[in-house]
C-alpha cells in the first residue's frame, strides 16, 4: 500500500482563504516532501521538511511534521486561483535506495 | 528547469504491442522512478533505481521492465500492451540525501486499444 494518505481528497475555497492539506504515513522517514500537480501534467516540487524539523516556511506555504503522530500538514495562506491544483505529500524511506512514496492527494480548487 | 525528458507524450498502440516509454535526464542523479497515475488519481510507484544496473519494483505491480544500463537513462517496457495498461506512466529523479527533492517529466499518456 502507499505511504502516505491525505485528508481530505477535495478541498474547495474562495480567493483569500486559507487552505489547510494533512497527510498521514506508516514507515519510518528521511524526509516528507509536498509537491503540485496541474491537470495532470509532472509534479513540481513545493517544499521538503527532514525528520528532525518541526516546521518549515516558504512563502505562503507552511510545513509542519509530528513524526510522533507520523503526520504533516501543508498550509497555504491567502489562497489564489492560481493555487487549484493536486497537492502530494511523498516521503522517502530510510535506507540506501531512499524509495519515493506518493500518498493519494488532495485537490485544491480556489474559487475567484 | 528540470532536465529530466519522456518520449513520447502521447501514445496510442494496439493490444500485444511492444512498447518502451524513454526518460533521461542530464543531471546526474543516481536515483530514478517510474510512477503510474490514472487521471485525477494516485501515483503508484511501479519501478526505481538506485543505480546503474539497480532496479528494484515498487509497491504496485506491474507488468512493465526497467533497465538502468546508464545513470542518464531509465526506460519502461512493455512486452505485450493490454488495455489494461492504458494510464499516465511519469518518471522521476533526484539525487541521494536528505535534502534531495524529485524532478519529473511531463510523463507519456498511453492508450492501449
Known amino acids: 500500500s502507499q505511504q502516505g494518505e491525505e485528508d481530505p481528497q477535495a478541498l474547495s475555497i474562495q480567493e483569500g482563504e486559507n487552505a489547510t492539506m494533512n497527510c498521514s504515513y506508516k514507515t519510518s522517514i528521511n524526509n516528507l516532501q509536498w509537491y503540485r500537480q496541474n491537470s495532470g501534467r509532472g509534479l513540481v516540487h513545493l517544499i521538503l521538511?527532514?525528520?528532525?524539523?518541526r516546521e518549515k516556511h516558504s512563502g505562503r506555504l507552511r510545513v509542519t511534521l509530528d513524526t510522533s503522530k507520523k503526520s504533516s500538514s501543508l498550509l497555504i495562506t491567502a489562497s489564489r486561483a492560481a493555487d487549484t491544483a493536486s497537492y502530494f505529500c511523498?516521503?522517502?524511506?530510510?535506507?540506501?535506495?531512499?524509495?519515493?512514496?506518493f500518498g493519494k492527494g488532495t485537490k485544491l480548487t480556489v474559487n475567484p | 528547469e528540470a532536465d529530466i525528458y519522456q518520449t513520447p507524450r502521447y501514445l496510442v498502440i494496439g493490444t500485444g504491442k511492444k512498447i518502451t516509454l524513454e526518460c533521461s535526464q542530464t543531471m546526474g542523479h543516481d536515483k530514478m522512478y517510474w510512477y503510474q497515475q490514472d487521471p485525477g488519481m494516485e501515483l503508484h510507484l511501479i519501478h526505481y533505481?538506485?543505480?546503474?544496473?539497480?532496479?528494484e519494483k515498487g509497491d504496485l505491480s506491474s507488468e512493465s521492465t526497467v533497465s538502468r544500463i546508464r545513470t542518464e537513462h531509465f526506460p519502461l517496457t512493455l512486452e505485450s500492451a493490454r488495455p489494461s495498461h492504458t494510464s499516465q506512466y511519469l518518471c522521476a529523479s533526484r539525487r541521494t540525501g536528505g535534502k534531495s527533492e524529485a524532478f519529473f517529466g511531463q510523463g507519456t499518456r498511453l492508450t492501449v486499444v
Open positions: 511523498a516521503t522517502v524511506t530510510q535506507g540506501g535506495s531512499e524509495k519515493l512514496v
Open positions: 533505481s538506485y543505480g546503474v544496473n539497480s532496479t
Open positions: 521538511i527532514r525528520s528532525n524539523e
